[in-house]
């Protein structure tokens, strides 16, 4: 890379109407001495992606920079000076080689780590910027809330309004600052029109109507002396009608900016509990009967002195008439002010007679219902959707086959709900080339069903395990496969090296650290849950337990149910906790699995006993084929402290160290059947296993 620019006075900005106004350039070049038809024919297409900022870009406005190659064997890059703001990390590689005597092309789609080279974009990177160093204060944290539950405590008769008690449940983290007091906004509010979207993100609070909080006191400060615990004191409620209530944590008195709450883009809105007050239900009560009476009788006194008026106004007959032709035409008046919208198209919805299912072949068994292999004909719209180079190129396939996981119709409402959580949650992860991604959907009609990437072999633990069958028959039949295969003594694509399994560690950390950037946590990762594809390409796949955590260094609190219990973290077992870092837990168990070909881990622990074993400081040992330093890894991840354990980052980067050290003649596997860990029924039979995703 050529040496960066300074940055003159003044200082980089963008306009209101995001118009870059200064600029940094950025120059790269490549030589080709070794090519026997010279420099000049070869043609060289480079790939330059961003991988992640780490403060995200909420204008949503902002264009990303363009790397256009305009002169020969130069890459060119206008990288907009708010990118060095965001702190911005890219990775490039030779995407396509063509040589123009041989009328050839080489296209690199899945290049090796090795060749992958990265760009840091911050103000420590960049000479002579002119970044300013200020305290920064933590702003609230808005709706980070488990639920809600709310009571009727008074009611006002002269504008026959409800005041509410409202209890709230927060989320509390160990490693964040803690909350001083709550402050609540609510306002009139309308429904999602999709499950997945009342999931995620509650009802749509159209309109403030006031604010309240639950502190009773404060000091000079701003900081809370006395307050009512978890619960606040709502008025101007009506019965029968829908409002919306979000709960903002104040961390510090001095920052106190807000989110838009009405913010029409769900991606930056915090969530909106519901509350709804239904007067059949309050109807029912010992305290509603009493409103009851006592409105009847204001009702009839009401009606005694209507009747008194209109007896002794009748001769004004004609002028009430005319007041109420008025009142009509005001009515249709009103009634002409409001037209219906015709409804938002979904750019993720197909129509079901574009995706052909053969039913003959089921790919496998998921957690609502079965997957089957199809074929999109005509391509999907999703494409418009991606901000990635190499996600636009996967939706814009035509006539492609993919995988299709069906629910079936018979489901319950608990299962369609989850599935639709699923589906919505998949739309806003985005596209990344180590997940098993979205590419369309049919939620319109019966039976629902969720389109994905197909991958031809199937998950990564029946992949190991095949192979370490294969390769233990080989060495009972004394063939050595260490050596090239002589006259096919053996199927060279059964045998996996040292090296292979590195690369697919590499793969799959770098997907779960493209997850752990986005705020998500998979909670269920596992061989299982990876799915290979083309023998040498790994994708993360089912997203049913993964969930969104809204917020950095975040948990989130499962209800219990069934979870992989050898692969979570004790903070997991014990508490239902889960985090990135319990992701990194279990990613060291997944390692174990890839080194030991698919191998059982802790085979000697029952379920009941997992916990005391690991409190008391038990660790699976070093298996046979591993490396000290790969070894090391894995006891990085399985650290009791959360907050000790490496992040996804730091993992690849030693993984992919490890990876650049192993040559192929040192690669061999070595399979000692009186192990444990290999101690897996492997019956002749082919079995169902889940297809995940």
């Given at each position: 890379m050529s040496d960066p620019y300074t940055v003159n006075s003044p200082q980089p900005r963008v306009s209101a109407k995001l118009q870059l106004l200064h600029m940094v350039y950025l120059v790269s070049w490549f030589h080709l001495r070794t090519w026997p038809l010279g420099e000049k024919d070869l043609d060289v297409v480079p790939m330059f992606h961003l991988i992640t900022c780490a403060e995200p870009d909420l204008s949503q406005g902002v264009p990303l920079p363009e790397f256009v190659g305009t002169l020969p064997n130069t890459l060119v890059g206008r990288l907009g000076s708010d990118m060095m703001y965001r702190k911005c990390r890219f990775v490039y590689y030779a995407q396509s080689i063509s040589s123009r005597r041989c009328a050839t092309q080489t296209e690199i789609r899945t290049p090796p780590t090795q060749d992958l080279q990265t760009l840091a974009i911050n103000c420590d990177t960049v000479e002579g910027n002119p970044c300013v160093r200020v305290d920064i204060y933590q702003a609230p944290i808005c709706g980070q809330i488990n639920d809600i539950d709310y009571t009727v405590r008074l009611i006002s008769l002269k504008y026959y309004s409800l005041s509410l008690n409202v209890t709230f449940d927060p989320i509390v983290r160990d490693n964040e600052m803690p909350t001083i007091y709550y402050q609540a906004y609510y306002g009139e509010a309308l429904p999602y029109s999709r499950k997945e979207e009342e999931a995620l993100a509650g009802v749509n609070m159209t309109r403030v109507l006031g604010s309240t909080t639950n502190c009773l006191q404060f000091d000079q400060n701003g900081f809370c002396l006395h307050n009512t615990g978890n619960s606040v004191n709502v008025s101007?409620?009506?019965?029968?009608?829908?409002?919306?209530?979000t709960f903002c944590a104040v961390k510090d008195p001095r920052n106190l900016t807000l989110p838009n709450l009405t913010e029409s883009s769900r991606s930056v809105r915090p969530r909106a509990n519901k509350i709804y007050v239904n007067f059949a239900d309050q109807a029912n009560s010992k305290t509603a009967m009493i409103i009851g009476i006592v409105i009847g009788a204001i009702a009839l006194l009401i009606f005694a002195i209507i009747g008194i008026c209109c007896y002794i106004n009748r001769k004004q007959k004609q002028e009430n008439k005319l007041y109420q032709l008025k009142l009509a035409q005001l009515e249709r008046q009103k009634e002409c002010r409001y037209a219906d919208l015709p409804k938002m198209h979904d750019i993720w919805e197909i129509e079901r007679r574009n995706l052909i299912i053969f039913d003959e072949f089921k790919l496998g068994s998921g957690a609502f219902g079965a997957v089957y292999l199809g074929k999109l004909l005509g391509k999907s719209l999703a494409h418009k959707d991606s901000i990635s180079p190499l996600g636009v190129n996967l939706m814009r396939a035509e006539n492609c086959q993919v995988a299709v996981k069906m629910l079936p119709e018979y489901a319950d409402e608990m299962s369609r709900s989850d599935f639709l959580r699923e589906i919505g949650l998949m739309k806003i992860l985005g596209y990344h080339e180590r997940l098993v991604n979205m590419i369309a959907c049919i939620t319109e009609s019966e039976p629902l069903c969720l389109i994905v990437e197909y991958c031809s072999d199937g998950d990564l633990l029946r992949f190991l395990r095949e192979r370490c069958k294969y390769m233990m028959k080989l060495d009972a039949a004394g063939v050595n496969y260490h050596e090239p295969p002589i006259d096919n003594s053996y199927d060279i694509e059964m045998v996996i090296t040292l090296k292979q399994l590195l690369m697919f560690a590499v793969q799959v950390s770098y997907g779960l650290e493209y997850l752990s950037s986005k705020g998500f946590v998979h909670r269920d990762v596992a061989a299982r849950n990876v799915l290979v594809h083309g023998k040498n390409a790994c994708k993360i796949g089912d997203?049913?337990?993964?969930?969104?955590?809204?917020?950095?260094?975040?948990?989130?609190?499962?209800?219990?149910?069934?979870?992989?219990?050898?692969?979570?973290s004790p903070e997991a077992i014990r508490h239902y906790e889960f985090s990135a870092q319990s992701d990194v837990w279990a990613f060291g168990v997944l390692l174990f699995e890839i080194i030991t070909l698919g191998g059982s881990p802790y085979p000697s622990v029952s379920p009941e006993e997992m916990l005391p074993?690991?409190?008391?400081?038990?660790?699976?040992?070093?298996?046979?084929?591993?490396?000290e330093n790969f070894y090391e890894v894995m006891c990085e991840c399985w650290t009791v402290d959360p907050r000790l354990r490496p992040d996804f980052s730091a993992i690849r980067q030693k993984l992919a160290s490890l990876l650049e050290e192993i040559t192929e003649e040192y690669s061999y596997l070595t399979l000692d059947a009186q192990k444990d860990y290999y101690n897996v029924q492997y019956g002749d039979q082919k079995v169902t296993v889940k297809y995940g995703y």
């Open positions: 101007g409620i009506h019965y029968d009608k829908l409002y919306g209530i997203f049913g337990l993964c969930r969104n955590l809204y917020a950095d260094n975040s948990l989130y609190k499962s209800k219990g149910g069934r979870l992989p219990l050898k692969w979570m074993f690991l409190e008391n400081g038990g660790r699976m040992e070093r298996p046979d084929n591993c490396p």
